[in-house]
């Protein structure tokens, strides 16, 4: 048995029909290089293998009335994969247009919590391509956000593939086991006694120095940009049941290239890209703000971290700087707020998150997240634009389940005042970028998505002068 930690479980607290909490990729995959050829009889079994290795692809949530604490995670003694993986066939032509409406579809529809929280959907006839023959395929994988962050869901990722076409199978791993309801109950009942220590003996004192903190940076201007100092757009408002996607990929020697010259961080790179994609988008429809725009951006703090749970994040606040025209004065006004922003949010206690969101209460949650959504809050003062999240991975060839790995396009979750998501991630040489968001927001999201392109363009040339 494995207890859920505040932060996972309130990912299933904030949880709504218009707001579903899992994180999506989608996969484009060469199929000419699975050992004895394709077929779907043949990744299924090759997928159950390597599930017996990942005890987490197996955990379903446990939870009884008595349990004053977390829900837990246990062993699905019935597990079946042919619950949780999908075969569909995109219809003709198969392309960009085709797939990301039925990715904005999957991408939408809610996980069953009875069973372990994954979903994984093969796409065939991308590209009108024939995957028998060594064709085109996308795989849409999605997991709620309870079981995973950018960190263990790229290790999650990483398990299901290889850096050989004919890896050996991995050796199974034993499960979470199981719990019964006394067990859940008197856990439970043990961890909901200990918090008010935990909250005067930790966390107290870790808020006070905080905000001390955060204050003499605020007097000094050392402090990152504020949440509720993002401009209004027409993506910071209450979203919808409906998801749309779209996605762009980018050399990542260009990345570099641009980082080396202008003597800036790859992440300061990928901002930069955000940041003009944004402005250009925005100011074709005549809808710039004046001020700049703010992201909100997740930090991983697995190595500073040793609490619980499968999520261990804190986040930072930075500004975009899209209020500047040139890129390369924008690159620059960007290095220089996400340097402040990240010594910022370091000096934070590591564990802040995580452990004032131990006292999360499902009731609470869920009605402050219902109260949000209904009011004019999300459109009169948005926490933050969207969220920016930049993944790295491995710079090798990746082969899923036998089939070469060309693009791997990671969806985040949008939240109610902030309906987009961009998700950046560098594998083999490329950078591959994810966007999400509501069609009733952002019908135009591939207009964006191509913007990146000219962005990184934009950059390039700023090289050259």
């Given at each position: 048995m494995q207890r859920l930690s505040g932060l996972d479980a309130s990912f299933l607290y904030l949880e709504t029909p218009s707001q579903p909490l899992h994180v999506c990729s989608i996969l484009d995959v060469d199929t000419s290089t699975m050992p004895g050829g394709y077929t779907f009889d043949k990744l299924r079994d090759e997928l159950v293998v390597r599930i017996a290795a990942m005890p987490e692809f197996r955990d379903k949530l446990a939870d009884s009335f008595f349990n004053l604490d977390h829900p837990v995670w246990v062993e699905d003694k019935d597990f079946?994969?042919?619950?949780?993986?999908?075969?569909?066939?995109?219809?003709?032509?198969g392309g960009r247009a085709e797939l990301s409406e039925i990715c904005g579809h999957i991408a939408s529809l809610p996980l069953e919590r009875s069973r372990p929280l994954w979903e994984m959907w093969v796409i065939e006839n991308v590209a009108g391509t024939d995957v028998h023959a060594g064709g085109r395929m996308a795989v849409m994988t999605k997991v709620h956000h309870a079981a995973v962050d950018g960190v263990?869901?790229?290790n999650l990722m990483s398990q299901l593939c290889s850096t050989e076409a004919d890896a050996a199978a991995p050796e199974p791993v034993a499960g979470s086991g199981d719990a019964n309801t006394l067990e859940l109950a008197a856990t439970g009942l043990v961890r909901f006694a200990n918090r008010p220590v935990h909250l005067a003996a930790k966390t107290l004192p870790a808020t006070v120095t905080t905000v001390v903190?955060?204050?003499?940076?605020?007097?000094?201007g050392a402090a990152m940009t504020s949440p509720f100092t993002a401009p209004q757009t027409a993506f910071n408002t209450t979203v919808t049941p409906h998801r749309n996607v779209a996605y762009a990929q980018l050399d990542l020697e260009d990345v570099k290239k641009v980082k080396n010259h202008f003597g800036v961080k790859v992440n300061d790179v990928v901002m930069a890209l955000v940041a003009g994609a944004l402005r250009a988008y925005l100011a074709d429809r005549d809808e710039l703000p004046d001020s700049p725009l703010v992201a909100m951006v997740p930090v991983s703090v697995h190595d500073r971290s040793d609490r619980p749970g499968r999520n261990k994040v804190s986040g930072m606040f930075a500004s975009l700087q899209t209020h500047i025209g040139d890129p390369a004065e924008r690159l620059s006004a960007i290095a220089d707020a996400t340097s402040v922003a990240k010594e910022h949010s370091s000096a934070i206690a590591a564990t802040l998150l995580q452990d004032w969101s131990q006292f999360a209460a499902p009731a609470v949650f869920g009605a402050a997240m219902r109260l949000y959504a209904s009011s004019r809050l999300t459109e009169a003062r948005p926490v933050h634009n969207l969220v920016v999240s930049n993944v790295p991975g491995p710079q090798v060839p990746l082969y899923f389940l036998g089939s070469e790995v060309k693009a791997m396009y990671p969806l985040g979750p949008i939240f109610h005042g902030s309906g987009l998501n961009i998700t950046v991630m560098s594998l083999s040489g490329k950078l591959d970028v994810g966007l999400i968001s509501c069609p009733e927001l952002l019908p135009d999201l591939w207009s964006m998505a191509d913007d990146f392109a000219v962005g990184m363009e934009e950059l390039l040339a700023a090289c050259n002068r």
């Open positions: 079946d994969v042919d619950r949780h993986l999908h075969r569909i066939a995109l219809p003709a032509p263990t869901g790229a903190d955060t204050v003499r940076r605020a007097l000094s």
